[in-house]
């Protein structure tokens, strides 16, 4: 349904004043993967991973620097209006609204951008409002409406001409816990009734609870891929080790990372303090050096867990 | 059919949503009341009625042209602001078809800027309106504001390219007052400058209803609102994709 092969983004940019110096940043670094048809694939990784720049090359807005991606056996750069027809795309925050119209007017233009029939209309704006939760609501302008309900809106307005493939980019972000639950019950919806998705998150819980596999991205590129037990299986047999310490510089968290046993260190800020999270392979004990090295800083709580979906993840993005 | 529908909703939505803009209405509103204040301090001294309707008809026109230069290039950094330019190209429905509707309606809110400068004229200033070809005068009305608005879609593809080009609307905006003649004729300009002026929808929309109130070659004004209209649209349509591809391969459609 979804496939990327090799592909490649580069932005180009410019500085200075009088003697103006391109930059090329390279966004996306040879990202390849494929989605079947039914599947909740993630793309899961960092700010600037490059995941929002591969789904945009991915919807036909962005035209790759090189590579190839097909949706639904049309390519994205040669067929992009075909591709267009086909698919839906949302993104989070409270952007990508006419606030000063009703929902159900947004609804209305963007089904007659996406050819839905003039007497389809109707009744296709109501099953997608009452499919996201907005019955009675649709007739409010947006700007009276809480972040949950603009993204439920998001949502409505994505699947509209009822796409067979979904791409939602960090649909959750800014939303509270209670509308962000509900959020992901609409996408696990969206997949019981047979579309397939691709979902953008930094959330460690949403891909585990919601995708079937995941990719995982760092700067730009694919660093693992899986079902979430797979990518939880990379740090099975590992333990964690969380220590809580007071003004940690970055060459004292080097060190660290080079202790024998020692996989990957991450840093957490919490006010005053720090918590490092020490990742080990589980065959030594590294509990002492690793004091050892935090000689002179004030230590506080130190703690030893098994790892999470999240502690897979932390390992692939700073590998 | 379908085509017409997309273009009508999208009328009646930007419509809307210029309509209920204070900016907009605030600018619609009070703009030809200021300009035709000043135009008739300044022509009073000449003062035959004709005189004075001309310079309120200019500024009714410079109103509509105002809408078009700021508020339509503004329409397509408010759709970057708003994250929906993005939304409307990814939509499968050509984007020229999007444009056009978009560019009309904020021209079409100068609806506001004739009829504010027409009646302020008339009740401060007393300056009459008579009508030579009432139903020219009619016809002129959409014919300027269809016409200026198609001008403003070749402009605004520009804009979907360039995100720098937002300030071109700005300076845009006295240049086609003057070289358009609503300030004075384009007889007193240099002879150089006159094909400008006849490339220019507000110099016919503006001789259209000016001969509609005082009689005058009204049918060919706007049989060249007609046409420039036309060579505005051919140009935008034939620039868009060409336009759009550039601006997905420099990623210039979002803010970020």
Redesign the interface.
Known sequence: MIEAIDLRRT??TTTGVIRRKRLDVEAVRGVSFAVERGELFGLLGPNGAGKTTTI?ML?????PTSGKARVLDRDVVDDA??V??RIG?V?G?D???????SAH?NL???A????VS?AAQRKRIDEVVELVGLKGREKERVEGYSRGMRQRLHIA?GILHDPEVVFLDEPTIGVDPVGARDLRQTIADLVAVGKTVLLTTHYMFEADALCDRIAVIAKGQIVGEGTPEELKGRVEGGRVTEIEVFGVDEPTVGRLREIVGVTAVSVEEREQRQVLVVQTSGEREVTAPLLAQLDGFEVGRVASREPTLEDAYVALVTE | MTTLRVVWTGLVVHFKITSRSPFAIGVGATWPIVNATLAYFMYRAGGTPQTLLYASLGSAVAGIFSMIAIDASGAIQRQRFWGTLELLIAAPVRFALVLLPMTIAVASVGIYCLATTLVWGRLVYGIPLPLEHPLAFVLAVPATLISVGVLGFALCMVLVRFRWAGQIGNSLEYPVWIVSGLLFPIAVLPAWSHPISWALATTWGMQALLHGALGGPVWRDLGMCALLSLVYGVIGFSIVDRFLDAARRSASLSLT
């Open positions: 932005y180009h945009k919807i036909t807005l962005l035209l209006r075909e267009r027809k795309y993104f925050g952007r990508g609204l006419y606030e000063r119209l007017d209305r233009y963007f007659e951008l996406y050819g003039g307005r």
